[in-house]
């Protein structure tokens, strides 16, 4: 049965994401009420500025004072979309305790302190919902945590940063620069306030962190997650992927140790095969791949950022917890039972890409041969062009741990006949 009591929500913030989301609540209210079984109402938007001009958005609902509207004791649900750590996280933990239920997609305080604020969420007998922090629109975060729960995942590896994703598209396929693909992608609303977040890879790692917590059960923070970001990634590594038949994208890998005592989350940029399906996910679009013992490979692939992919996201979660509301339930919280460690960066074994500046004379090949047999590291191809005494060498391992891979750089830099290493990336998706 139909309940006429509407349930009231604050929207704290109404930038890229939360405009969107107070157009879609006014433009679908109608849906949003048949399926939700009640009314839901925009009873108070927080913003930062109060002057500015915000199509569709009643003035009347307009404050500056975020703290006042989550105190006010009628809020059933609150959507935080103004991002950071604070005051987003004395926002959110108010919420809580006046009784109201939090969507977010704040990846950065979820990944920093997760499971605080799931705690603060049981607590009170609320609900902390947060899909659009991860890929966007894409149904990541719900899929690992309710359609996967009896199966046992056991990798998670994708393209979970659309910003990056759409200057590397930039950069290969239209030739475009660096700074001029970023600001293009600032323009269109998928970077972070600050960028430097998407670029050094902090945005990607805070998704590893929350994707490794929900498909291990584990605890993992954004501290846990080894991170490079797109900042090292040269030309001339771009057009090398580009003779290896491959090309360059930031990824995003979490995985469980094959003895399954613990888990590994990193963030870094990679060669993939061209014919690897990761290869052709242009713009800020987002792909994942899950791996898990009885499903098998699931790909999950969409849009990842955008101020209406993102607030479809939010939608699906307002949804949630306002029926979950009026069933007098909550959703599944956090599941940490597993507490597995998280093993360093140097224990991951993968494949490696390096491209060393050496000098063109007799017996430099099998002196670097030597150094990579030496440190346990097994060659799978090596090519070799020579120019005016000097000579580059690209050589590329079969899988190695990476502490056996960095000794191996370490003693190559200290060969006479090695006079730099220009590159060194790791292969995927092989
Ligand atoms: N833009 C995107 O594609 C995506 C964004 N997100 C996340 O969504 C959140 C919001 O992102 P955007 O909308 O892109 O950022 P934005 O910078 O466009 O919007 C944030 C808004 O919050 C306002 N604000 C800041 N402090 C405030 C305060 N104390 N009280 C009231 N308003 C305040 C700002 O003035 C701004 O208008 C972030 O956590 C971001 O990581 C998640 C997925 C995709
Ligand atoms: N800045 C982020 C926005 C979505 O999470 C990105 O580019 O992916
Ligand atoms: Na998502």
New binding site residues.
């Given amino acids: 049965m139909m309940r006429t009591r509407p349930l009231k929500v604050a929207l704290l913030g109404c930038g890229v994401v939360g405009s969107e989301v107070a157009r879609i609540m006014t433009t679908h209210a109608d849906d949003l009420t048949a399926r939700i079984g009640a009314p839901v109402e925009l009873a108070g938007i927080a913003v930062r500025r109060p002057d500015k001009v915000r199509a569709g958005v009643p003035a009347e609902l307009v404050t500056t004072d975020a703290t006042a509207l989550v105190k006010r004791g009628d809020i059933d649900v609150v959507i935080e979309v103004i991002g950071g750590i604070e005051p987003a996280r004395s926002l959110i933990t108010t919420a809580f305790e006046h009784g109201a239920s939090v969507v977010s ?1 704040n ?1 950065a305080l979820v990944a920093a302190d997760g499971a605080a604020l799931h705690a603060a969420a049981e607590a009170n007998g609320a609900d902390l919902y947060y899909e ?5 629109a894409i149904p990541l975060v719900r899929p690992l945590r309710e359609s996967l729960a009896g199966d046992k995942v056991n990798r998670v590896l994708g393209i ?7 200057i590397l598209d930039k950069m290969d396929s239209t030739g475009s620069g660096y700074s001029e693909a970023l600001d293009e ?1 600032t323009a269109l609303g ?3 306030a600050d ?1 430097t ?2 670029v050094e890879g902090f ?2 790692a805070a ?1 590893a962190a929350i994707l490794a917590g929900i498909a291990f059960h584990t605890r993992v923070t954004i501290d846990d997650v080894h991170r490079e970001g797109l900042t090292e990634v040269t030309a001339a590594d771009i057009a090398s992927a580009k003779r290896m038949g491959c090309t360059v994208k930031l990824l995003a890998i979490c995985e469980r140790a094959a003895d399954g005592g613990s888990v590994t989350a990193r963030v870094h940029p990679a060669m993939i095969p061209l014919t690897h399906p990761l290869a052709s996910v242009r713009e ?1 679009y ?1 792909a994942v791949f899950v791996e898990a013992d009885a499903a098998g490979q699931l790909m999950f692939y969409g849009p ?3 101020g209406s992919p ?1 607030a479809s996201a939010v939608l699906g979660d307002l949804v949630a917890v306002c029926r979950n509301k009026l069933a007098g339930a909550t959703g599944p919280g956090e599941s940490a039972y597993t507490a597995l460690p998280v093993s360093p960066m140097g224990e991951v074994v993968t494949r490696y890409h390096i491209s060393l500046d050496v000098a063109d004379k007799p017996g430099v090949l099998a002196q670097v041969a030597t150094v990579f047999a030496e440190h346990g590291v097994s060659i799978d191809t090596v090519r070799q062009q020579g120019k005016d005494g000097e000579a580059s060498l690209v050589v590329v391992t079969h899988r190695a741990a990476d502490a056996a891979l960095s000794s191996t750089v370490g003693a190559l830099r200290e060969l006479d006949t090695v006079r730099g290493v220009a590159s060194i990336m790791r292969v995927e998706g092989e």
């Fill in positions: 997609a990846k659009a922090a991860v890929a966007g979970v940063n659309g910003t990056t994703n759409f992608a998928y970077a972070e960028p977040a998407d945005d990607a998704k800020a987002n990842g950022a955008g993102t």
